[in-house]
């Protein structure tokens, strides 16, 4: 436990006011989205420069106490959770956009660089970041490195990963690393950048991070199609994928569709009721694209897969169509969702959907059970409502059950227990069902070194 007079040593590392303690802060800032575990860190601190992140490291190895990164705090794999008394490091103070070159395409980000800030300077730049999800208004650069976020275009443009071209760590031992010099050639050994996407935290903090940009996409188009059922939505993917550069292929349940038109405030695609719906975008550079895209559509028509379909003529019913796959998270939020998150390569997605989906309506047949995700990428979001009157814990308690089963159909399709979401708290006991007793072994190996004394965001991926 961090005692009053390590606390009072914190304060001189930053600036004045910028370490809290009251119990609001604490309550706010030692949690993200998930809901399963109760906040409790020590203090939460500000940060307003590197220099002042690598004095907190320093501070926290002199007296052994865990720090936890903290960006948007939009995770849902408690990966930001506080929940044993450390201190928080808030990046809200390391916000600004520091840079942006036009001949490079990239922008020089702070760690708590807002996505849709990010987004928005590109595009006024003539520009573009297309890592985008549902919380880019919250979620913070460096939290999207540590999770190495995916979201909804990542079947054109991949995941964080790809556009980071360099990166400052500060490592648990409080070492600066400048990781790539943002080159897009360099053959000199280990690409240690790598090491830190991903790592949750657990190696070291991003301090500043170099974003690349892309050309900004013509006459983004989208089609919401109605499908027969959930074994007809991959043929549609292969349908439109083989003739049209897509941007996304998302799908999600008539349960979902329900759970966003109760909000009053999104039209609804079309009348036909269907049990399953495809989202898709492409750039209708030509007429001759969208005609191709109309043609395709009634192909699907005609093989029975798709029941009826939609596809936006301007901006405003393009934003409308998204809004029925981005606001599905948010609106099913108040129920306590149970989220699994999990991926197989996308040629496996029919037979791996049909197993999952068997073992889903034998075990909870009293749950309602919400699909939805980037299915183009392999990538399925399989949501359990929590029943009104079902406890919280005990319900979490029958989700963990079924998961073992869910996870073992995982593993035998060497697939992922967390596509996106990382593993953070929440997948944590799981992950030998996606990496080797071995794997794990090296990657403990790994964080050894970067961080011997075990203080950066502890018990996150593996327990200690
Ligand atoms: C999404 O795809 O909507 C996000 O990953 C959030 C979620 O899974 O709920
Ligand atoms: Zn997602």
Known sequence: MTSPAQIEELKTLVEPGKVLLDADSLNTYGKDWTKQFAPAPTAIVFPKTIEQVQAIVRWANQHKVALVPSGGRTGLSAAAVAANGEVVVSFDYMNQILDVNLTDRTAVCQPGVVTEHLQNVAEEKG???????????????????????????????????????????????????????????????????????????????????????????????????????????????????????????????????????????????????????????????????????????????EQ??????????????LQNLWKLREYISETISHRTPYKNDISVTVSKVTAFLQEIDAIVAEDYPDFEVVWYGHIGDGNLHLNILKPEDLDKDEFFARCATVNKRVFETVEQYNGSISAEHGVGLVKRDYLTYSRSPVEIEYMKALKAVFDPNGIMNPGKIFAV
């Open 304 to 317: 029975g897969w798709v029941l009826d379909g939609v596809m936006s003529q301007n901006q405003t019913q």
């Open 127 to 301: 520009l573009y970041y297309p890592v985008d999800f549902a919380s880019a208004g919250s979620s913070q650069i460096g939290g999207n490195i540590g999770t190495n976020a995916g979201g909804i275009k990542v079947i054109r443009y991949g995941m964080t990963r790809n556009w980071v071209a360099g990166m400052k760590v500060v490592t648990g031992k409080g070492d600066l690393l400048e990781l790539n010099h943002d080159l897009i050639k360099n053959a000199t050994g280990y690409d240690m950048r790598q090491l830190f996407i991903g790592a949750e935290g657990t190696l070291g903090f991003v301090v500043e991070a170099t974003m690349r940009l892309d050309r900004a996409p013509k006459n983004l188009t989208a089609m919401v199609l109605g499908t027969a059922d959930l074994d007809s939505i991959m043929p549609v993917l292969h349908a439109f994928h083989g003739k049209l550069d897509l941007t996304a292929f998302e799908f999600f349940s008539d349960k979902a569709l329900a759970n966003v038109m109760a909000r009053g405030d999104v039209p609804s695609p079309f009348d036909t009721e269907c049990p399953f719906y495809a989202l898709l975008e492409f750039e209708a550079t030509t007429e001759e694209v969208a005609n191709l895209a109309l043609e395709i559509f009634e192909n699907c028509v």
